[in-house]
């Protein structure tokens, strides 16, 4: 079936559903001699399971990676490597009941629509538990940039995401122009100095701890109403080099785009000023170089880390929106394939808001599409 692989230079096939035996990925393309342990994709995993907090879902899944090929002496063997995790607390028996059902918000109808055959187990595929491929790919893809970076005596490209906005609490953090990877002085905190212990010390995933109380508040107050609520990620890769993407239809851009409108409940993306944009003169948003400066740099960001969809050496910044959860315990209408709607208050453990736990996986979308990228970027090179 086709929609399950994604990349061009490095690939990522995922498989499994939400209630099935296991979840896992097979991902090709990756050189040999990257060191890579299980150890590595266990603490991405750990970032993304769920039941971390009150705020989560209650489904208790350890995520255990099993590295079943491709990886030999903790190295990479540059065959297909092949993760499995199993699934150990899925409920299938609590989706019984929406057999020939479709609820609201989800994708049980087109999904039936698109093959006449579908997995009502939790969503199957279209599940966020998927995600769990995705975030073991990015660690993979993390491991490819580590080794390129000690290889060429670089400075480590890394991703850092954290929750800006969850409903209508927005984090206190630089605008995306002013992330240019130098100190941001008069702000809760600067993206260039953030680490992963700082966002996850937060229940929500906001280094602002005003705003993080505050958005702490806005969920449970949601679950109380029985609801659920969405946000914004805003994600920054650092330390690029510049002249990763392939233009004219691969652009970096269009590629991190697919990756992260593919993720479930994503409902848009925008790099540097993004939609501001349209209401600005070329004028403002032309950023100025800085002179004298090796490599290039310019004094602001709104193009946001890429020109021409190719990146510029600038931190590459973006933001994410996630809607509110599509499954919440309030009753609501379910159909059948005739039409014929009851209501029903759907059971299962689920997420109040997506956002914080969204965050690392948002990470791994961009750091595989990076990596994808700069295996393009020498490709080229040697082509040439």
Known sequence: MAGNTFGHYLQATTFGESHGVAVGCVVQGV???????????????????PAQNALQSQRKEADHAEI???????????????????????RAKEYEQ?????????????????????????GGRASARET??????????????????LAHRALP??????????????????????ITGLACSGWAFAPCTLDHAQIDCSLVRCPDSDASAAMVAAIE?????????????????????????DPVFDKLTATIGHAVLSLPACRGIEFGSGMA????????????????????????????????????????????AFKP????????????????????????RHDPCVVPRAVPIVEAAAIFCVADALLGLHIARIQE
């Open 157 to 178: 490209i890394t991703a850092i995401a954290w929750s800006d906005a969850i409903g209508d609490v927005r984090a206190n953090g630089p605008p995306p122009h002013a």
């Open 221 to 245: 107050a949601a679950q109380l109403r029985r609801d659920s609520i969405g946000g914004r990620v805003r994600c920054v890769v650092r330390n690029l080099p510049a002249g990763l993407g």
């Open 98 to 122: 929406l057999d020939h059902d479709f609820r609201p918000g989800h994708a049980d109808w087109t999904w039936d629509a698109r093959y006449g055959h579908r997995d009502p187990r939790g």
């Open 132 to 149: 769990v491929a995705r975030v073991i790919a990015g660690a993979i893809a993390q491991a490819v940039l580590d080794a390129w970076s």
């Open 277 to 320: 944009s349209a209401e600005m003169a070329g004028s403002q948003h032309n950023d100025p170089f800085v002179p004298g400066s090796q490599p290039l740099r310019t004094a602001t960001n709104h193009h946001g880390g890429t020109l021409g969809g190719i990146s510029t050496g600038m931190p590459l910044v973006f933001d994410a």
């Open 325 to 348: 959860a599509a499954t919440i315990a309030q009753s609501q209408g379910v159909a059948d394939a005739k039409g014929h709607v009851r209501s029903l208050a759907i059971k299962g």
């Open 68 to 90: 079943m090929s491709g990886v030999a002496q903790g190295l990479t063997l540059g065959t297909p490597i092949l993760v499995l995790v199993t699934n150990q607390d899925g």
């Open 31 to 49: 050189p040999a001699g990257v060191p890579l342990t299980a150890a590595q994709l266990q603490r991405w995993l750990d970032r993304r399971k």
